[in-house]
């Protein structure tokens, strides 16, 4: 039994290791050019594309100063993923539980986060976050059942590239002149707002990705050469380990992996996401479906070229259970299949 005196000690401990995160973001329009191909305006923060990622543990407490400096258009932030219990004023869809924030107006998102895992924030007005406005949003935990198991964390978002601006293409898109509701097809995709990324790594490391679909519209097939993958997490549930050579994630999921480097250090290894073309009713020649990053082990090595796959099957026989013995889904087995899981692990509006 716990005396009163050991109570308030216990409560005290745990504001003390709680701490107020704040961030202040200034939303104005920059120019980048991810694919290398089409410079164009993108919405950044602070100047700055691709736009910073948020983190934070659990229990603190996030403070977000938002400045709308766009000049032609109102915003909002959105932490999808969160599930915002007690502050879902804080949440972000526009005309659901706030007003967008004007041109030259301020807004302040204050919670706190009580959920561990990987998520990510973006603007929830119309059309937006394809044009930039999209970042990771990392909850860490002291507690987690992963804790020991890994040397370090690399966070990798994959997204689908326009050129055109989004609004404009909504116009389009949401109309009596694409009754079939024809996706936009993109130009390109990226790893971490980029093309040919480059991670280094060490031998006999093991690391987790933390691992973002922030596209558009485009699931992605997810794979790395020579290196299996060990999933723990999903959309901030953690689960048991499910090994899986490849992944297939939608937009707006998340996938935490452990990953084990090799000991052998002379040969680099490509990494790669290809875009579900099935998703699109007309795909130009054009398009490359596919973005390739490296896990470098020799700076000084080639980088070689990923092998072409001519068919894409990541539903193996393995499921996914959850660490804390409660079912993903509501009334569901732990044995889940998990091509059911990919589509019904969303977590709310995109």
């Given at each position: 039994m716990f005396s009163l005196p050991s109570i308030i000690l216990l409560c005290f401990g745990m504001l003390a290791h709680a701490a107020t995160i704040t961030y202040d973001f200034n939303i104005t329009w920059v120019t980048a050019n991810p694919d290398g191909v089409f410079p164009r305006p993108v919405m950044g923060i602070n100047g700055q594309w691709p736009i910073p990622y948020m983190t934070a543990t659990v229990g603190d407490r996030i403070v977000v100063n938002v400045l709308n400096q766009l000049g032609n258009a109102s915003t909002s932030l959105h932490f999808h993923g969160l599930y915002m219990n007690g502050t879902n004023d804080m949440d972000g869809p526009v005309g659901v539980t706030q007003c967008g924030i004007p041109p030259g107006s301020m807004f302040t998102y204050n919670f706190t986060v009580d959920q561990p895992g990987t998520y990510w924030y973006h603007s929830h007005e119309p059309a937006q976050y394809p044009d930039g406005l999209r970042g990771p949003l990392i909850i860490t935990d002291p507690d987690s059942p992963y804790?020991?198991?890994?040397?370090?964390?690399?966070?990798?978002?994959?997204?689908?590239?326009?050129?055109?601006?989004?609004?404009?293409?909504?116009?389009?898109?949401?109309?009596?002149?694409?009754?079939?509701?024809?996706?936009?097809?993109?130009?390109?995709?990226?790893?971490?707002?980029?093309?040919?990324?480059?991670?280094?790594?060490?031998?006999?490391?093991?690391?987790?990705?933390?691992?973002?679909?922030?596209?558009?519209?485009?699931?992605?097939?997810?794979?790395?050469?020579?290196?299996?993958?060990?999933?723990?997490?999903?959309?901030?549930?953690?689960?048991?380990?499910?090994?899986?050579?490849?992944?297939?994630?939608?937009?707006?999921?998340?996938?935490?992996?452990?990953?084990?480097?090799?000991?052998?250090?002379?040969?680099?290894?490509?990494?790669?996401?290809?875009?579900?073309?099935?998703?699109?009713?007309?795909?130009?020649?054009?398009?490359?479906?596919?973005?390739?990053?490296?896990?470098?082990?020799?700076?000084?090595?080639?980088?070689?070229?990923?092998?072409?796959?001519?068919?894409?099957?990541?539903?193996?026989?393995?499921?996914?259970?959850?660490?804390?013995?409660?079912?993903?889904?509501?009334?569901?087995?732990?044995?889940?299949?998990?091509?059911?899981?990919?589509?019904?692990l969303g977590d709310g509006a995109n």
């Open positions: 804790k020991g198991k890994y040397e370090e964390e690399i966070v990798l978002t994959i997204s689908d590239w326009y050129h055109a601006q989004f609004a404009d293409m909504l116009k389009t898109f949401i109309s009596v002149v694409n009754p079939t509701g024809a996706e936009p097809v993109p130009e390109a995709a990226l790893f971490n707002d980029t093309q040919n990324l480059t991670t280094p790594v060490d031998p006999g490391k093991t690391y987790m990705f933390r691992i973002i679909n922030m596209g558009a519209f485009a699931g992605q097939y997810f794979w790395i050469e020579g290196h299996a993958m060990q999933i723990v997490e999903v959309d901030g549930i953690y689960t048991e380990e499910a090994a899986a050579d490849m992944i297939y994630i939608t937009t707006a999921q998340r996938y935490s992996v452990l990953v084990t480097t090799k000991n052998d250090t002379t040969t680099n290894f490509a990494y790669v996401a290809s875009m579900d073309e099935d998703l699109f009713d007309k795909v130009p020649k054009s398009l490359n479906p596919n973005v390739t990053g490296w896990l470098v082990y020799d700076s000084t090595a080639d980088l070689p070229q990923p092998a072409l796959v001519d068919s894409f099957d990541p539903f193996d026989d393995f499921t996914l259970v959850p660490t804390d013995g409660e079912p993903l889904l509501p009334d569901s087995d732990y044995s889940v299949p998990l091509t059911v899981l990919m589509i019904n």
